[in-house]
């Protein structure tokens, strides 16, 4: 499953630059596929939905950070565990129950964002 940020997030920022699929946002802050990752142009993502890469999205959350959860793998194929957790001084990074997917899915999620 992707990761969620609570609302107890005190918006610190530790968890932005830990996340290996820059998948992770500023509130308010809109967002693209492209960010992080080795897509580009015009996509179709791994549930076959079209997408341009390069589309500026709308912000997921306008109060905290948040996790685009089809870039979260939950640090699959990088980390041992989910780096955002691991740095979050509030333990706001939690899992996602309305994102839950299976390993194999978030390592097919991870080749697809990185072009493997």
Not at 8 to 29: K, L, Q, S
Not at 35 to 47: A, K, M, P
Not at 67 to 75: F, G, M, Y
Request: net charge negative.
């Amino acid at each position: 499953m992707a990761i969620i940020i609570t609302d107890e997030c005190i918006n610190c920022g530790a968890c932005e630059p830990e996340c290996p699929n820059n998948a992770i946002y500023e509130a308010a802050v809109d967002w693209k596929y492209s960010e992080g990752t080795s897509l580009s142009g015009s996509i179709v993502n791994i549930d076959g939905i079209e997408y341009d890469a390069d589309g500026v999205q709308d912000p997921v959350s306008d109060e905290v950070y948040y996790i685009v959860p089809d870039k979260c793998t939950e640090c699959k194929g990088f980390h041992e565990e989910p780096q955002c957790a691991a740095v979050c001084p509030v333990d706001c990074c939690v899992p996602d129950d309305a994102h839950v997917e299976s390993e194999e899915r978030l390592l097919s999620k991870k080749a697809f964002l990185h072009a493997e």
